[in-house]
Each structure stands twice: as structure tokens, then as C-alpha cells.
């Protein structure tokens, strides 16, 4: 079969691959209808996530058709259409117990990380029923490529850890994919106000048409005046850090009202300064989180529904086969103005 | 009357001070029966608290009787035995009706801070009503002058915020008054096990009389393997920052769980180390919280059922004559085993 | 002034009446410039209200401007422009403090019930600091009124107890003003499926218009069956039960979903059967509740910022010197399709 | 093998029957050392539960060792000392995803009422994963006889559901096994007044050893002015029933203060009366529940850190042989002062 394979460093190669069979009695095979290239997969490729070796095929996204299953599967059979989700999670661990998925001891993050992933015809998903949903008829498969990750990501990480209630005044802190993907999750809350930072015109201009009540572009300087000019001077109840640098967190800290909540979803690669002499008294919370997809449900419900349009963060699409085009144009997201790309199989 | 009052770093006299009067219709005045010292008294002879200005009488913990109320105020009459909570709330104002105190736009902690406090014969309390606590019959009123700041921030900011629940491990990192009375209503929440960290062995074994489960001494080093060995090397559910350094910070990211909360006590002075690098995954949450003593009401039924005994955090006790002996005693608490000194006057 | 005065059971005047004087240090006196009639209103004229007696000046809705402030009032000034609260608060009491403003003991529903109410040039408002509500300049008077009980009522009683979520199922059962009012405010947690239920043809065209995604009349049967085709045979995670009889109580029973929430705004006149030989293994949770009007600071922030829209509920608007009309009109709904009339003084 | 078998209302016998077989990959047959009799195995033997059908073998509670597993059970293996919940979940279906096992679509409580369960030498677990717990070295056997169904009964159902605080005021309508559970298990939140309430005096001194701070005896009538003068004439904050009858649920009712919690633990036949024409503005929340034994691991925590001691409960011990004896001493608990019986096998 096809497929997309890290080769070290800076190296990624469309290649002819061995297909994956079963290796547990708890194991799916699914064919890939549809994937996606998330951030992380840059990171694979710069070299920043060890865990990752040269021979694995990356992706952690998608929706298929599942193709065959090991003998402990009850939840799906084959030729059933399922969203895969980014996490695997055993189900019984302690933690998938507290539906903390993302710290399963035997899954986790591991798709196209440790285990091969789904930029591929086929893929092998462990634990795959609790790690699979299956797609109600009439869905559109776009939409949920969706719900592998960047949706939960958003919706988790930043609204609910962010405790964003009706009426509050929400500052998300990055414009890219995973933070537009917090603003439209945000407004399944109804806040009052919803200021969309970056540094990028037109992401914020994208930002605007996606719900942002107002936005502030970084490059032009004066942020955090800004925000507290669209506050009464009071701050925001909910800053969503959505970039991963200290700046950005930095940022947060100084728009944050008494009482409010900074949720970060950013990757951080390195510590940050934590303003405890200012903050210690401030009553603030933040929180951390690796994203659990425990929403997955609620979130196939709310796109049923109609409550949120995904497809509004798909910008390209490609075949399989050019894969390596859109790994291109997904990197060049300033030019391109990229923000999730369809990968058809 | 007689009164402490800061004359600027590093001085303070007991002296004749003109007796408080009424300034507002919401105030009252008390004759203090006992009051107490508190560390954030000693912050500010250091110098170290720029909004307590030299002529203030020092100190916002006590209990007393109501000598005068002014024509607002309802629920108190001259006579009554009262407690006086370290913050003044007003009641009304955005941050009072979300019950954060803290940050009452006319009140706070302003009691020996930015008006006069309690270190004296007479105290005036603004907004009474919402200040001051009717002590039961028959109460004890050395107990509750634990309940002016100590016992409500210990709670608060310790155990609420680190939504400490049955069957959790707990680490509380510092000994010193509000490790400890962070420790003792810990137990309201029926925690597996309380790791109690200090560097001094005196406060340690104080702390076991008190219900830790554990303690570690950080002088002999080593205290994140001691941790992890207790813990099953997971760490803890949640770590309570009781010292207000970075170190004792940094130790607290360095012990939690996955899922797990630090809530911060400690007053810092200057800012910390976070390492989102290691932490953006670890689904942690971090808390902050000036007292808002929201609680009092509920921290006198459990010292009315006998659920709690914060008489064990008194260790000495004074005349108001004697209030220097006290500030003596208590800023020596390594040699003296001071935790909570009782001044009488 | 005049003012409408309840004679006693069936006799109501619009008559001259002494004007209200500031009776207590926290009263204000308020000139109204709109109120409006509430169920509640009817309730009383059938002499369904024994609290409530003859030579009481009725209502308990409006907005207006402050007249004249008691001594004890500190954040209002006369010529401002406020909310009236039906719930009149102290702000101190402990019903007060863990925000139970309906169970204030000394407020509570009083406004037109046990003191003379809004409907009127003027009123007291007792408690004023803590029962009036400044309103934003710019802000549309009528929407506000409101916001005075029946948003409140509709978001507090139905939809917080009822702890709507993203992607739930909710029966609204009763689709008069407080239903819609609940069909209105539900929607700022984004349900996937929102079914109004009710007998009158109009009112369900109306929960349409409103935003229900279904529509069942009761007056053709079926009702629980028909529920169970729109939810996949499970029944709805929330009912709110907005009528006060015993049968739509019932239904409720019948429709709600384990681990489901039925949250009783009616104000119910008989008891109810609850079947605990069923429901005792179903993992259901029951509320009831008198509005508490908590949440009218961010029931404001909702309106300000375009999130709803409480106009929606005015059919009719009347000058106060045709109160009877607007009575009249209200009390035949059925008729003359009436939701909420505006008063005009 | 030797197992108890139910025969039809009012028959039980103690007979050989085959060894339970492995039935689908993720069963498990455990070995039972120690089991023990509930009160709904009376229910069942007095024809009150028409889901367990003559030949059936009974009982859903006990501990043991695994014997034997299927090709999918991977957290167990033959040896292991293991824990018995009475519940079976899966851990896959919607149900379970929530937290909410007693609903599982393929599990729930079917363990001695639609498959045999553990009054017999050996039993088939289904779902063994996520339905059996491992018990650590060391640990109390007959201590965790108890955490297969009571203590996270008396837990989940009651203090859980009853959100019980710190110095909050409890009654508990009934003093057998379930309402003993509850009465020690709410400790672990330290509430200042723990009423209980029951006809029969020994259950009351039994309560009160356990840690009831006062108890009523039902059976000298004024209940209700006797839980009213011990509450200041407020009534409690939380009113758990562990009855089952119309009586008790309605003695709740007239007990629970504004804005207080009503959590039904009881097994009700027939349907009771609920004041709502009294209730409707009492700001209570009533709650329903068949235990979901998701609270286990915690249990199981506070067990191992002493914090209770569930071999309280434990009032007779007899051999597998005798379990005829048993239920006859359990059945007659008024005379014989039974509370849980162990049967050794």
C-alpha cells in the first residue's frame, strides 16, 4: 500500500509500505478514506518529537472503513464506517477510567507517533473499540476528519479547561487551525466576547468571519492595552493559549482578569516565566492538557445538529499521491493561507 | 487607646493612638478581646508591602465585641461577639456576588494594611455586615481567632482549590502556620495519604501530630525519589505550595500527577519557573487565590461539631502589653516552635 | 400616583395612590418607566396567593430611574437608570451569601406580593444596592424588563438546573412565556435537539420561530412516543417542566433518559405522583426552584452583546393608564396570542 | 459445585451444579473465597424482581481468585486475588463512557438476576476488565467483601448524589446495611450533624457507634420536630433515604431546608407523593441511583489508609455449607442484630 513514511529529520518519503495486520485481539484494521496533516507532523518532521523513529508512517487523523477485526472487537465489524480518533485508549487503565484517554498506559498519543499512523491506505488502531466511532449514515466524511483531533483539541483543551460560561469575554491567543478550532467550539457557550489575537492579517480576518467579536493583530504592538480597552480595563475571564511560545503565554498572563482562567493548548518547547509575584493573589487558574477526545460524542452530536460547521477549516484538498504537495502548501500556511487540508485516498 | 503601629521598615511601637470612630454608615467599631500575629505582619516591617503606609496599626486577625454601629448596619448590635475576618467585603460589588471577597472593590485586605487593623483596643470594621461573624454561645474564642485568616486560607486556597477529594495523596509543601492549617482541613476530605515537606524537623514532627501520613525533611535532599516512592512513582494528586519561594514551586511541577493540581498559597516576590515543556501534556491544573473567606460560616460549624481543633496551631500567649515579646517570639519561630501566638488584651 | 391595586380575589383597580417613601436606610424609590404582567399576576386575582393582600399595589417587573436613595445606599444615585429584580436581596443573610437570593430573609418575591409592587409611577425597592440593577447607556429599555423575571426565571430554574450541555436532547414542556423563555436561554449551551411541547397550535409555532428543532402537540397524544421516535428511543436528557400541573410532571417522568435532569420551573398547586418504582435505578435528578436572579449581571452581558434577544417575547404594548386592557389581553393568551405585554408609564 | 440456587418466590437450595464455562473472550472465572447476602436477594426470593428467573444461582457480591480468563482479558491473570463488583460494565458503551455502569447496554446488575452470580464455589464474570478490581497484598478480605456492593451504594447513591460538605447537616432515614453504609462513608466529607433516623432501636445504637452525632427513634413519632430542633428549625442540607417505602420518602421531604438535597438510595415498589405544591420554591434537587461502583478504586484507597473500617458491618461469619443458616440469620436481622453475614467457602 501507499504511504507517507518519516525518514529522520527533514525527510518524508510516499512509499510502497507492507500492509499492517493484527497484532492484538483488541486490534482494528481500517482503510483510509480520508486524512488530514496536523501541526504536530511538522514538529515530527523538524526533529522535535523523539518518540517518533524513522520507518513510521505519520498521520493521526482520518475516517475510513474498517476492514477487519481481532477476535475481543464487539463495538464494530467490518465495512462499517468509522472516525478514528488521535488518541488509542484502552478503556479499563485508571486513567481512561477518569477519561483521561490522553494518558492511557497502553495508548495515548501513540498513532503515527510509536505505532504507524494513518497517512496510508490501511491503518492498524489498538484498542479500536474505544478508539473508533462509528459515523452516522448521511455524515459528511469531511467534517469529520474534523473530530480526529483539532476539534476535541480546541474544545477541550481551550473551552472546557477555559470554563468559558454565557457572557464572559474570551481572548484566544493564536489564529491558526487548533485556535479558530477553540472559536468555534467557544460559541457553544455563548460568551459575550470573543477577541481573536495573532499575527497574521489573514488569519484574523478568517478569525472574524468564524465568530471573533474582535480582533487584535500582535505585529502592530499595544495587545495588551487593546484588550483592556475592550474590557473596561478588567481583563479577559478566559485567555486560550493557542501558539506554544513563552511570548504568547506571557501575554496571557497580563490580559487575565481576577477570578479568570488561562487554558493553554500551545506545544511548549521550552519553560516560561510564571509572574507569581503579580498572580499569586489574582485568583487565577491554568491548565494544561493533552487532548483526551472523551468529547468525541458530543461533538459528532453538535455537527449532526448542525451547532457547528467543521468543513468551514478545510482549505485544500489532494490525493494521496500528492501528499508531498500538500505537506507543501500546509507548511506555507502564511502564503498558502492553509488551514487544514483533505488528504482523499 | 493602646496600639501597634508601623513606624516603616523594621520599626514598629506600642503606643497611645487616638480611638477609631465611624466613618461610614456600613462600619462598626470592636473592642478587641484577642487578636494574633500573622506573617504577612512581618512582610510588612520588611518593607515589603508598599500599600501599608508607616502610622498604620498592624494586624487583621481577632474576635471582640461590637462597641458601635453605624445606621446601615443591620445584622450586628453593640454588645455582640463577633469574629473579624481578614478581608472586608461589601457585599455588593461584581466580585463580592461571585463571592470572591479578595477583590471587593472597596474592601479586601485592607484591615492593617491600607486602614488601621486589630493590633489594638478598638478596631473600626468597614462594611460590618458582610465582615464580621456572630460567635456562638459558648464558643471558644481562642479557636476562632484562628479563623480570622489562617484556617480560611489554608482551606480556600489549599484544599478547595486543590479539590482535594477521598482516597487522593496529597503533598503540602511547608510546615509553617498555613502548611498546617492547610493540613488540618485537609481531613475534612478524608485524603489517602498527606506528605508533609519542610525543611525544619520541629515543624515536621508537628505536622505528623497532626495527620500527616508522611514527611520529608528537604534539608536531607532528595524529596521528588521520596515523593515518587510513596506515590507508586505517579506522584501526587495534589501538591499545596504553603512557602512562597520558587523552589518550593518548581518542586511542586516536579511531584504532581498526571490530572493533578497545584494550588499555590505561598505570597511570591518574585516570578517562577514553569515548565510548560514538560507540563503542556500533563492535564494539570494551577491555582491562585488571595482568601476570600468565603467559608467562615462553614469553618464555624465544623469547629462548633468539634470536626477540627484549630487551638493546636496556638502555641503562646500574650498581653497586648507584651505585643512586642510576641512579634519576638513568633519572628523566631525556629528557636521558639512559635506557630500561632495569641495576644490578649 | 396611580397604581393597579389588588381588591381581592377576581377585583383589581388602577386608582390614585399615596406615593412609596423610603422606609428603610437601604430602600430606594424608583419611577417607572416600563413594567409588565406576570402569570404570577393572574395567580394572585384568583386569590391563589394568600401572601398577597387586598390594597396591594401589584407587579414585580419593570425598569425605571432612581428617585430618591435611603442613606444606606452607596451604588446608585438618583437619575440613574436601573433593573428592577422581582427578587428583592440583602446581600447578607446566608441564604444571600451561597447566592439563594429567593430564600433572602428579608427579601425574596416581596415586590408586589408583601410590599406594593411595579405597576405603578412608583416603588420602593427595598434593599436597593443588592436588588437593582444598572443599566448600560445605549441598552433597549424593553428588552430589559425582561430581564426582571422572566429570562431569569426561564435560564436559572430550566436551563442551569437543568445543566444543559453541548449536544443534549431537552423537552421543554410548556411553551408559554417562561417555557420560552427557557427554549430562548437553552440555546446558549448549544443543545443538539430542543422539542417544545404544549397544546396550543400558536405557542408551538412560536417555539419554532423561537428555536425549538420539534414541535409536538399534546392535544393530539402520543406525546411520549413521539419523544421517543425524535431521540433514538432513549428519552431526553433534560425536561423542564414549565406548566405547574401534575400531568406535564408526569411527563417529564416518562421521557427523561437515565442519568437525565428535570428541572420544575411550574409553580404547582397539588402534589405530583413520582414514580420511584421506576425511577429509583434511573440515575435522574429532580429540581425545583424559585428564581434567585443571580445571574442577571450575566444575563445582561448576554443581551448587550447580541446573544439573545428578549424582545421576541413582546406582543403588546400598552400606556399604564390602559393597564386593565393589558390585563385583559394577557389573561386571554389564547386568544389574542399574547406573550408579554409592556407597560408604559 | 456447590451453589445456592433460587427456585422460584419463597425457595432457595444449596446444590451441585456444573462449573461455570468461559462465554465470550472478556469473561473471567473467579474462584470465590468469601461472599456474602443483600438485601435484594430477599427481594428476589419474595418474587419482588421478575428479571431472575427460577434455576438462577444468586448473590453479586464477594472476592476470590481468578481461575481462568478469556483471549481478551488482559488485566488479570489465573491467580490473581481479586475484588467482585456487582455491577458488570463493559467500559465501551455510551453508558459506561459517562461513568454510568449500572446502565451499561450489556452489563448493569446481572450478576446473580440474569446470569449466576457468587453464592457458589465458582463464578463466570462477564466484562472481567472492567467488573473486577484487583486487591493489593495485604489487604482485609472481608473488609472488601463490603466494597462489591454496599459502601459504594451507601457512597455513590447517598453522599455522592447527596453532595455532602463540610459542616453540613445529614439525616439518614434508615439505619440497616445500605443506611450504614451511607453513615460511615459520608464522614469522609466531615459534615458537623449526621441524624439518623430508624424504628428500630439497636440499628440507632449501632449508629451511633458508627458516628452519628443524634439519632431518632421513628417509632416514637414528632420526627419531624425532633430533626427541626436539633437544625435551629431549618432542617437539613441533605436528607438521604435508605428505606424504600412511601413513609420515608415523604419524611425527607419534610425535612430538607431551602436549597437542600434529597438522594434516594432506597428500593421503592410503588410510586410516593412529591410536594411540589409546596416544594416548587424550595430550591431542592432530589436524586436517583443504581450504583455504578465507579467509585471502587477510591474506596478501595480509603480501605488501604484506614480512613474507614467497613468490617463494621460484619456481624455474623458462616461456612458456604451453611449459607442456608445465613440468610436465615440475615432475614431475621431485628432479632438477630445481623448486619452483612459473610459466607466463607
Not at 477541550?156 to 469575554?169: K, Q, S
Not at 477577541?195 to 478568517?206: P, Y
Amino acid at each position: 500500500m501507499k504511504a507517507l513514511v518519516y525518514r529522520g529529520p527533514g525527510k518524508k518519503v510516499l512509499e510502497n509500505h507492507a500492509m499492517p495486520q493484527l497484532e492484538a485481539p483488541d486490534d482494528a484494521i481500517v482503510r483510509i478514506t480520508r486524512t488530514t496533516i496536523c501541526g504536530t507532523d511538522l514538529h515530527i518532521l523538524k526533529g522535535d518529537v523523539p518518540t517518533c523513529t524513522p520507518g513510521r508512517i505519520l498521520g493521526h487523523e482520518g475516517v475510513g472503513v474498517v476492514e477487519q477485526v481481532g477476535a475481543a472487537v464487539s463495538a464494530f465489524r467490518p465495512g462499517e464506517h468509522v472516525l478514528i480518533s488521535c488518541i488509542s485508549a484502552c478503556g479499563k487503565c485508571d486513567y481512561c477510567r477518569q477519561g483521561m484517554y490522553s494518558h492511557c498506559t497502553t495508548g495515548g498519543w501513540i498513532l503515527g507517533n510509536t505505532i504507524d499512523g494513518t497517512q496510508a491506505e490501511y491503518v492498524r488502531i489498538a484498542h479500536a473499540d474505544t478508539s473508533l466511532y462509528r459515523i452516522p449514515a448521511g455524515a459528511d466524511e469531511e467534517a469529520l476528519v474534523m473530530l480526529s483531533d483539532i476539534l476535541p483539541t480546541g474544545f477541550e483543551c481551550g473551552v472546557l479547561n477555559g470554563r468559558i460560561e454565557p457572557g464572559d469575554t474570551v481572548a484566544i491567543v493564536g489564529a491558526g487551525p487548533v485556535g479558530l478550532a477553540s472559536l468555534l467550539t467557544a460559541q457553544f457557550y455563548s460568551p459575550a466576547q470573543i477577541i481573536s489575537i495573532d499575527l497574521n492579517a489573514n488569519r484574523l480576518e478568517v478569525a472574524k468571519r468564524f465568530g471573533a467579536t474582535s480582533t487584535i493583530n500582535g505585529a502592530q504592538g499595544a495587545v495588551v492595552e487593546q484588550v483592556k480597552a475592550l474590557t473596561g480595563g478588567r481583563g479577559v475571564d478566559c485567555a486560550v493559549e493557542a501558539v506554544g511560545v513563552p511570548a504568547s503565554f506571557v501575554l496571557c498572563q497580563d490580559i487575565i482578569a481576577p477570578g479568570g482562567t488561562i487554558a493553554n493548548i500551545g506545544v511548549h518547547g521550552v519553560k516560561v516565566d510564571l509572574h507569581l509575584e503579580r498572580l499569586w493573589s489574582q485568583n487565577i487558574t491554568i491548565t494544561t492538557r493533552l487532548v483526551d477526545t472523551v468529547t468525541t460524542p458530543m461533538l459528532l452530536k453538535t455537527v449532526q445538529s448542525g451547532r457547528i460547521e467543521p468543513t468551514k477549516l478545510i482549505t485544500h484538498r489532494f490525493k494521496l499521491d500528492h501528499i508531498l504537495d500538500a505537506y507543501d502548501t500546509f507548511a506555507r500556511a502564511a502564503e498558502t493561507h492553509a488551514l487544514k487540508v483533505i488528504i482523499e485516498t
